[in-house]
Antibody
Framework: EVQLVESGGGLVQPGGSLRVSCQASGFTLSTYWMSWVRQAPGKGLEWVANIKQDGSEKYYVDSVKGRFTVSRDNAKNSVYLQMNSLRAEDTAVYYC???????????WGQGTLVTVSS | QSVLTQPPSVSAAPGQKVTISCSGSSSNIGNTYVSWYQQSPGTAPKLLIYDNNKRPSGIPDRFSGSKSGTSATLGITGLQTGDEADYYCGTWDSSLSAGVFGGGTKLTVL
């Protein structure tokens, strides 16, 4: 059974940093692109970033470029999102999602809440 | 302001049919495949449709998708109260080099 479990969310002050993690199981992580998608309270989905199977390609939404970094450790079955210079508008539930072949975001984790506030 | 445009809400009675539109441009919908996601309250999104019109295993054939030019449509027949949820279209935008979603459509089954 495919499972994605996010962790690392919490309360952080504006300008601070946080790293959220996604632990994958039930499939071979090294053969899939992976994405991060966020959802601000009461708002819609926003794609944040994705990373190729070997980490050689990464893409970001403009609003996080230069502040967020996506990475992965296939040996540890994990994907990460390092978030720096956090702003109030980054407050959201962050979901990790698998990008299946031809099936973008075919499995999602339960999400982890990141709150940026003083 | 989302790159893809969806109606904020739609509604229909149980047993009826509803369609949800998703409008984009030549750099996204007009250039690649569209997916649809269902998000029930308090839960993570779930993939409903991929490659414009394909259903993952376990998704009933009451759900269908289509695409024409720079627009896509999700159709749901035989509406059930359990279909009440938010529905999102999504794709890749080649100009932005980024994934994009519609703003979401709230389905109410009256």
């Amino acid at each position: 059974e495919v499972q994605l479990v996010e962790s690392g969310g919490g309360l952080v002050q504006p300008g601070g940093s946080l790293r959220v993690s996604c632990q994958a199981s039930g499939f071979t992580l090294s053969t899939y692109w992976m994405s991060w998608v966020r959802q601000a309270p009461g708002k819609g989905l926003e794609w944040v970033a994705n990373i190729k199977q070997d980490g050689s390609e990464k893409y970001y939404v403009d609003s996080v470029k230069g502040r967020f970094t996506v990475s992965r450790d296939n040996a540890k079955n994990s994907v990460y999102l390092q978030m720096n210079s956090l702003r109030a508008e980054d407050t959201a539930v962050y979901y990790c999602a698998r990008d299946g072949p031809g099936r973008p975001r075919d499995y999602w984790g339960q999400g982890t809440l990141v709150t940026v506030s003083s | 302001q989302s790159v893809l445009t969806q109606p904020p809400s739609v509604s229909a009675a149980p047993g009826q049919k509803v369609t949800i539109s998703c409008s984009g441009s030549s750099s996204n919908i007009g250039n690649t495949y569209v997916s649809w996601y269902q998000q029930s309250p308090g839960t993570a999104p779930k993939l409903l449709i991929y490659d414009n019109n394909k259903r993952p295993s376990g998704i009933p054939d009451r759900f269908s998708g289509s695409k024409s030019g720079t627009s896509a449509t999700l159709g749901i027949t035989g509406l059930q109260t359990g279909d009440e949820a938010d529905y999102y279209c999504g794709t890749w935008d080649s100009s932005l080099s980024a994934g994009v979603f519609g703003g979401g459509t709230k389905l109410t089954v009256l």
